[in-house]
């Protein structure tokens, strides 16, 4: 706290915010917090990141109501990493728009400016997370900010709240990231302290194959910025975003031949590929929100299916397993938590085509990812309707009946496997890919206790081989000065604002 009286706290397991005296006491609890995302203490109030949700600001004596501070931008969909900014008028915050249900996307970061007087904001720069102003005894300060695991620095005028200059990258081996916090800290009389990390090499990545006892294959050796890896049907071809510069194009690799098929040809961005289950078409998102179909032998153009929104856009997931019913997510409003829904599909004349969108589940969580089962019968998905994200499955007709497949902790990306009666998630706790065993008993999902399927997966979505042995992902790139012994050292500097004021002067 300002007076150094209180010590505020988080609690992930009772999902509260707390304070303790320093000098000893019981915690008060402050608000409920279903996902934390960082707190700024300002004079006798707190301003507070749920992550998913918009600020809020509460009183630290815990009384009252917690004031939104929204709503959030157009697209936007997590505000991060607070600070209250000299003189109490201010917050300054981490935003990020889009791709909710994919990884985070460092490009869709942005460093925001709030007012706590009229709720007007204002956008810092583009490309950037966990904003933290420095200064000192008044002076022309900075904002310190990662991104790409770099630490950027940008002379900043608190009173006007503008730039005074350029961001300059400082340090290129700070430990962070697009939605947790940067593995630093400053005071206020110019020590910074910072964990260092590996640094991935511009965000690129090869696509694998990784078994379940950890052993890879590399499919992709080329590095690039691929993303979202869906198997065919057949087992034989594998669909995936590629981004190169502005553009995110869909292609398909077919290992055997080696051979890459451009299914659009950039002019945009396009992400989010999944496959009909005759393998002749491949379904995808544009970042305009729509959904677009073309085949997957690359004749004939990409064609738009649906009309979409770029601030409410339609994500395509999953088909069913006759081809006839798409399962998406999609906000019904900017802003708002993803829903599932479904949308009928056929083939006539040549060409795919889709009937009107249906709601699947109206809740008040953000419910996401959804999977057909292999028979068709269930729908798994990835809801917060807990307080914490754990994996769902419902009957895919929409009747009653609701079952929680996962146990513990976090859960996401939930895959079936087109083999045997498992379905695959990602425990995000403790970074292990989860198998759960199923049966059906009449109109019942029975799931089977979560066992580890496989014990390290740090990398984000997945998909799974045709013969279920196996699951491909994109695998960042480690930089070969990145050695493993290095994740765990903390560096110190002394006189960091001299030296921020010598490499990175105020306009």
């Known amino acids: 706290s300002p007076d150094g009286r209180w010590l505020g706290f988080a609690s992930t397991s009772a999902r509260k915010l707390y304070k303790i005296p320093v000098d000893g006491g019981a915690a008060v609890p402050l608000m409920d917090l279903p996902t934390f995302g960082g707190a700024s203490w300002s004079g006798d ?3 507070v990141a749920q992550g998913g949700l918009p600020l809020v600001r509460i009183a630290d004596s815990g009384a009252g109501q917690a004031a939104s501070l929204g709503p959030f931008a157009a697209g ?12 109490g008028k201010n917050v300054l915050f981490a935003g990020n ?9 460092p490009d869709r970061g942005s460093i925001e400016v709030l007012s706590l007087v009229d709720g007007h904001r204002r956008t810092i720069l583009k490309g950037g997370a966990f904003p933290r102003y ?7 300060g900075h904002i310190l900010y990662t991104f790409r695991g770099a630490l950027y620095a940008l002379p900043f005028d608190p009173n006007k709240l503008e730039a005074r200059g350029a961001a300059v990258p400082v340090l290129n081996d700070v430990m962070g990231g697009v939605d947790v916090a940067g593995k630093f800290d400053v005071s206020g009389t110019g020590i910074f302290v910072y964990q260092k990390g590996s640094v991935a090499s511009g965000g690129l990545s090869t696509v694998q194959w990784i078994d379940s006892s950890g052993m890879s294959e590399t499919l992709l050796a080329k590095p690039g910025n691929y993303d979202g890896p869906r198997v065919s049907p057949d087992g034989k071809r594998v669909a995936l975003a590629v981004r190169d510069g502005a553009n995110e194009d869909i292609e398909v690799y077919e290992w055997q031949s080696s051979r890459t098929t451009s299914l659009t040809f950039g002019n945009g961005q396009y992400r989010y590929p999944i496959w009909t289950p005759d393998g002749q078409y491949v379904v995808f998102m544009s970042t305009n929100g729509s959904m677009y179909s073309a085949r997957a032998d690359g004749s004939g153009q990409p064609r738009q299916i649906t009309q979409g929104k770029a601030t409410a856009a339609q994500y395509p997931w999953s088909f069913s397993p006759d081809g006839k019913r798409i399962a998406f997510m999609q906000s019904a409003i900017a802003g708002a938590r993803l829903q599932l829904w479904t949308i009928p599909a056929e083939e006539q004349d040549g060409q795919l085509r889709l009937g009107a969108a249906e709601r699947f589940l109206t809740s008040n969580a953000s419910d996401q990812l959804p999977q057909f089962s292999p028979d068709g019968k269930w729908l798994a998905y990835r809801s917060s309707q807990s307080g914490s994200f754990q994996v769902y499955v419902r009957p895919a007709s929409g009747q009653a009946g609701q079952w929680v497949v996962s146990t513990s902790g976090e859960a996401d990306w939930p895959v079936w496997s087109r083999t045997g009666h498992d379905l695959l998630y990602k425990n995000s706790s403790d970074n292990q890919v989860m198998a759960v065993s199923y049966a059906a008993n009449g109109d019942a999902f029975v799931a089977d206790k979560p066992r580890v399927w496989l014990a390290k997966f740090e990398e984000g979505g997945f998909d799974i081989s045709a013969d279920g042995k196996r699951i491909i992902a994109a695998v960042p790139v480690q930089s070969a000065s990145a050695a493993p012994q290095l994740q765990h050292e903390v560096v110190f500097l002394q006189n960091f604002f001299d030296e921020l004021r010598r490499r990175v002067p105020a306009r």
């Open 97 to 105: 728009t889009g791709n909710e249900g994919g990884p985070p996307d």
């Open 76 to 87: 936007e969909i997590i505000q991060m990493s607070p600070q209250v900014l000299p003189g």
């Open 45 to 47: 109030a707190i301003v």
């Open 134 to 140: 420095v200064g000192s005894n008044g002076g022309t």
